[in-house]
């Protein structure tokens, strides 16, 4: 019997966290939260008025292929600026309001939809930290979020708790959505430059369009870069199976977390993969352990850490039940697998066909891809950008005038003060998911916002989508003469006005 139950606190032990990592996780996705949202009200009528790049006429009649559906976006209920401007604002107050952990439960519920809201809205521009965001907060909602570090816990009618650690079946869901997240980031990875010779990062930095100085340094020496891809599939397969050892939890947790800081702050150097890393350093705060936190209490008072608890730690985590149905969640963590499984089978990009899970994951916002630069790499530095041709031939760049991507210098020159720096992920949006009506409208848009600016000797008669593709050549190999393709992906003339 004695080791039954020694079984059943070893298992129970995995699925638990601590109150003080919870609160701390909260703020760290509500600092990104707000954070995204101030960088995307910089560009709020280009990305989400009727005037902008994506009109909501082309929502209604194109439906995106990843994303969540508009018609669950009160984005869509008008396309004027006010408006907009209105839920941005809207969403912010929910995320101070996160923050601070004033009514935490409600400003989850209001972030987590708005958030849902701005995703159908402008489905172009997501990225991994987006989707990793709204998971996040969808499985916050079972959890007392507010139990720590909050203006919630000095309420007199805040909750008591017999211990620091707790277990629901919503720490079970937060913690089995990081473990889906890598887990599904390594198995497509099966093509010989991941599993063969190792040279997939080699590539992927020679890409251009998402590399960074420091990444083009690291290009330098391949057999590092050999090293990393290696440690970056250990990685990815290991750390589901090291966050459910059932022994030894706690240290092996901690130091799980130290080595996933530094993996995902060598990604941020290395490559603009906008806030990606940064919501992943938010999420693993959750999974540190009560022992991290008995090391902090001894150079802060236990009372501020929420140390002082009316029962004892050593009777093992506190059950707590889970708001809802019971079976609610088991039932959607099962969903959430096989959404991936299917997703793994059928990638997104690939198929306009969308299943009823599909779907059921759009309405929740559980919908989840994390398969990047699988199941192989382009082995091409790759160039995408927006151009104009005026009436003598003369080809303009319209987001840098001045930059050529013509030019034999394969890499392109990204400041994050130029607007193109956010705007980019929508050209890469346009390339990766080519769906006319939207490249259609946004290349109208451009022209029109080109002619309304510029002379009349400087006008364009038409726009276009163009993507470059130079060969990259094999690690410590020099190529004579790269294939060099240059595709038009979209070419807009507009039509005479009567």
């Given at each position: 019997m004695?080791t039954?139950?020694?079984r059943k606190n070893?298992?129970?032990?995995?699925?638990?966290?601590?109150?003080r990592s919870?609160?701390?996780?909260?703020?760290?996705?509500?600092?990104?939260?707000l954070?995204?949202?101030?960088?995307?009200s910089?560009?709020?009528?280009?990305?989400y008025?009727?005037?902008?790049?994506?009109?909501?006429?082309?929502?209604?009649?194109s439906?995106?292929?990843?994303?969540?559906?508009?018609?669950?976006?009160?984005?869509?209920l008008?396309g004027?600026?006010a408006?907009?401007?209105?839920l941005?604002?809207?969403?912010g107050?929910?995320?101070?309001?996160?923050?601070?952990?004033?009514?935490?439960?409600?400003a989850?519920?209001?972030?987590?939809f708005l958030l849902?809201g701005?995703?159908?809205?402008q489905p172009?521009i997501?990225?991994?930290?987006?989707?990793?965001?709204?998971?996040?907060?969808?499985w916050s909602?079972f959890?007392?979020?507010?139990?720590?570090?909050?203006?919630d816990?000095?309420s007199?009618?805040a909750?008591?708790y017999?211990s620091?650690r707790i277990?629901?079946?919503?720490t079970?869901?937060?913690?089995?959505?990081?473990?889906?997240?890598?887990?599904?980031?390594?198995?497509?990875?099966?093509?010989y430059?991941?599993r063969?010779?190792?040279?997939?990062?080699?590539?992927?930095?020679?890409m251009?369009?998402?590399t960074?100085p420091?990444?083009?340094?690291?290009?330098?020496?391949?057999?590092?870069?050999v090293?990393?891809?290696?440690?970056?599939?250990l990685l990815?397969i290991s750390i589901?199976?090291?966050?459910?050892?059932?022994?030894g939890?706690a240290?092996l947790?901690?130091?799980?977390?130290a080595?996933?800081v530094?993996?995902?702050?060598g990604?941020?150097?290395c490559?603009?993969v906008?806030l990606?890393?940064?919501?992943?350093?938010?999420y693993w705060l959750?999974?540190?352990?009560?022992l991290?936190w008995?090391?902090?209490?001894t150079f802060i008072?236990?009372?501020?850490l929420?140390s002082?608890?009316?029962?004892t730690e050593?009777?093992?985590?506190?059950?707590l039940?889970?708001?809802?149905?019971?079976w609610?969640?088991?039932?959607?963590?099962i969903?959430?697998?096989?959404?991936?499984?299917?997703r793994y089978?059928?990638?997104?990009m690939?198929?306009?066909?969308?299943s009823?899970?599909?779907n059921?994951?759009?309405?929740?916002?559980?919908d989840?891809y994390?398969a990047?630069f699988?199941?192989g790499?382009?082995?091409?530095g790759l160039?995408i950008w927006?151009?104009?041709?005026?009436?003598d031939g003369t080809k303009?760049?319209l987001?840098?005038?001045g930059?050529?991507n013509?030019?034999?210098?394969r890499r392109m020159?990204w400041?994050?003060?130029?607007?193109?720096?956010?705007?980019r992920?929508?050209?890469?949006?346009?390339?990766?998911f080519p769906?006319?009506p939207f490249?259609?409208a946004f290349?109208?848009?451009?022209l029109?916002?080109w002619n309304?600016t510029h002379?009349a000797?400087e006008?364009?008669v038409?726009a276009?989508?163009?993507?470059?593709?130079?060969?990259t050549s094999?690690?410590y190999?020099?190529l004579?003469s790269p294939t060099?393709?240059?595709?038009i992906?979209?070419?807009?003339?507009?039509?005479?006005k009567?």
């Amino acid at each position: 019997m004695q080791t039954i139950a020694a079984r059943k606190n070893h298992l129970s032990e995995l699925f638990a966290l601590d109150l003080r990592s919870l609160g701390l996780f909260r703020i760290g996705i509500a600092l990104i939260l707000l954070y995204e949202l101030l960088l995307r009200s910089f560009e709020l009528s280009f990305f989400y008025t009727d005037q902008g790049a994506t009109p909501r006429e082309v929502l209604w009649h194109s439906p995106f292929p990843m994303g969540i559906v508009w018609w669950i976006s009160p984005h869509m209920l008008s396309g004027s600026f006010a408006w907009q401007a209105f839920l941005f604002i809207l969403s912010g107050l929910a995320g101070v309001a996160l923050l601070l952990g004033y009514q935490t439960r409600w400003a989850i519920a209001i972030s987590w939809f708005l958030l849902m809201g701005s995703h159908a809205r402008q489905p172009m521009i997501l990225q991994g930290n987006d989707v990793l965001l709204r998971c996040a907060l969808f499985w916050s909602f079972f959890v007392p979020l507010g139990a720590r570090f909050s203006l919630d816990s000095l309420s007199k009618n805040a909750t008591t708790y017999h211990s620091n650690r707790i277990l629901s079946w919503g720490t079970t869901a937060i913690i089995l959505q990081l473990c889906i997240l890598y887990f599904n980031a390594a198995i497509p990875k099966v093509s010989y430059e991941w599993r063969g010779d190792f040279n997939a990062l080699y590539y992927v930095l020679n890409m251009d369009y998402f590399t960074n100085p420091f990444g083009y340094w690291v290009l330098q020496y391949p057999a590092i870069l050999v090293l990393l891809t290696k440690a970056t599939l250990l990685l990815e397969i290991s750390i589901p199976f090291i966050l459910l050892m059932p022994f030894g939890n706690a240290y092996l947790r901690l130091i799980a977390f130290a080595i996933m800081v530094g993996f995902h702050l060598g990604i941020y150097m290395c490559m603009d993969v906008g806030l990606f890393s940064f919501m992943c350093i938010a999420y693993w705060l959750v999974f540190l352990p009560s022992l991290f936190w008995d090391i902090v209490a001894t150079f802060i008072p236990l009372k501020f850490l929420g140390s002082i608890v009316t029962g004892t730690e050593a009777n093992g985590p506190e059950v707590l039940s889970t708001p809802g149905p019971r079976w609610l969640i088991p039932c959607l963590l099962i969903f959430v697998m096989v959404m991936n499984y299917q997703r793994y089978l059928n990638p997104p990009m690939v198929s306009d066909e969308a299943s009823v899970i599909d779907n059921v994951g759009r309405i929740i916002g559980l919908d989840q891809y994390w398969a990047m630069f699988s199941p192989g790499v382009l082995k091409d530095g790759l160039k995408i950008w927006a151009e104009g041709t005026k009436a003598d031939g003369t080809k303009v760049n319209l987001f840098n005038p001045g930059q050529d991507n013509r030019s034999s210098d394969r890499r392109m020159v990204w400041t994050k003060e130029d607007s193109y720096a956010r705007k980019r992920f929508l050209i890469w949006g346009l390339y990766e998911f080519p769906r006319d009506p939207f490249s259609r409208a946004f290349l109208k848009m451009m022209l029109e916002e080109w002619n309304q600016t510029h002379k009349a000797e400087e006008q364009i008669v038409s726009a276009q989508i163009v993507s470059l593709k130079t060969q990259t050549s094999p690690p410590y190999e020099t190529l004579e003469s790269p294939t060099i393709n240059e595709k038009i992906l979209m070419h807009y003339i507009p039509q005479p006005k009567d």
